[in-house]
Structure formats: C-alpha cells, structure tokens
C-alpha cells in the first residue's frame, strides 16, 4: 500500500484560489503504474470525484468543476497537486488525495489520504 | 454523467445478521463498479472491485453481485466493526461517480 498525505491551508476566502498537495510514500510518482486523483467530500455529506491524472500526463476533470480545476504531478518533490479557482462556500469539503493502479480497467482508489478539511469563509 | 443511486440510504440491522444493499446505475457500465466502506473520521477504504472481486485483506462474509445496471453488496454475519456507511462508485467511464451512500447503523 502507498502512503499519501494532503497538506494546504484549511481555510480560504471566497473567491481566492484552493491549493492543496499531496505528497506520496512507497513509489516513485514519476516511475510507478498509478494514477493520482482528488476526491472531495462536504461535512456529513457524500463523496465527489473532482478529477484524475495519470502518468502520461492526461488529466480527466469533473465536468462541474472543469472550468476551475486543475491537478497536476511534481516528480522532482514526489506529489501532485490540486488547484480550485474562485471558491465558493459550496467549495467547503474534505479533500482526500487518492491513487490506485493505471491500468486500462478504470479509477479504482486503492489507497487514500487521511482528508484534509478546508473552509471556504471570510 | 452515469447516476448511481443505492437504495436503502439507512438501514438498521443486528450483529449476526445478514444484510444486502442495492446500488443502481443509470446506463450499463458492465462490471465496473467498487464498493468502499467508510468509518466516521476515515477514508473510504475499498472492499470489492469489478463488481464481485474482493479486495486483498477483506473477509470473506462481504461480497459483490450484479454486471449491466443493478449490483449488490451482501455483508453475511454482520460483525460490529462492520456498522459504517458504504458507497458504491462506477469506473466505466468519465466522470466517475459514486452512489450518496447508505448507512449501517446497529438496530
């Protein structure tokens, strides 16, 4: 099992720009037959697929957040990021980092992060 | 988008019972589906893949069922670490979508 763990402020204005990263244990990002996703979850509510990057670089969006999302991967620093424009309140979520194997079966999040809450709020 | 709805989204059981919850998708997305259990305070942690494959590590008492558009996931002899709310997620196709989850709460 791969270990990942988000890191990013856990409170962002409205309006500003949600950053977040998530650095990887246990593989070499930029060697290894994974993809790297971010799924969010609003307090008590349920999962949302925000998107997905795989080791060739093609990204897949979710098309509600495609306009203001982007997830890109850092081999020099072993991690991958997470970058949401204009945040709303709506935006509040637990945010976990995901990964499983790139195959050509499909997203199956083998290993996740612990979740890192972030507030939309001024 | 591929809409995924479980059904029952609550259901309350006793320990040593048996319980099946339905997860339906809205077109057919053969056997692409996972089934995640997640604890208060925790991620989701997968159990089965491809409809019925379980994943390393999971008890057998849990199993998968279904291909097309209706699956299931049978807990057997519910145990008390088992009382979480599962989801279920297609990966078919973009953009992946999960179920809104249901519940297992001790009766």
């Known amino acids: 099992h791969l270990q990942l763990q988000e890191s990013g402020p856990g409170l962002v204005k409205p309006s500003e720009t949600l950053s977040l990263t998530c650095s990887v244990s246990?593989?070499?990002?930029?060697?290894?037959?994974?993809?790297w996703g971010w799924v969010r979850q609003p307090p008590g509510k349920g999962l949302e697929w925000i998107g997905t990057?795989?080791?060739?670089?093609?990204?897949y969006y979710n098309p509600s957040l495609e306009s203001r999302v982007s997830v890109s991967v850092d081999t020099s620093e072993n991690q991958f990021s997470l970058t949401l424009k204009t945040v709303t309140a709506a935006d509040t979520a637990i945010y976990y980092c995901?990964?499983?194997?790139?195959?050509?079966?499909?997203?199956?999040?083998?290993?996740w992060g612990q979740g890192t809450l972030v507030t939309v709020s001024s | 988008d591929i809409q995924m709805t479980q059904s029952p989204s609550l259901l309350s059981a006793s320990v040593g019972d048996t319980v099946t919850i339905s997860c339906r998708a809205s077109?057919?997305?053969?056997?692409?589906l996972v089934w995640y259990q997640q604890k208060p305070e925790k991620p989701p942690n997968s159990l089965i893949h491809?409809?019925?494959i379980l994943q390393s590590g999971v008890p057998s008492r849990f199993s998968g069922s279904g291909s097309g558009t209706h699956f299931t996931l049978t807990i057997s002899s519910l145990q008390p670490e088992d009382f979480a709310t599962y989801y279920c997620?297609?990966?078919?196709?973009?953009?992946?979508?999960f179920g809104q989850g249901t519940r297992l709460e001790i009766k």
């Open positions: 995901a990964t499983g194997p790139d195959s050509t079966v499909g997203d199956i999040f083998d290993d």
């Open positions: 246990g593989t070499s990002i930029g060697d290894s037959a994974y993809f």
């Open positions: 990057i795989y080791n060739s670089g093609t990204t």
């Open positions: 077109q057919d997305i053969s056997d692409s």
């Open positions: 491809a409809s019925s």
């Open positions: 997620q297609q990966y078919n196709d973009y953009p992946i979508t």
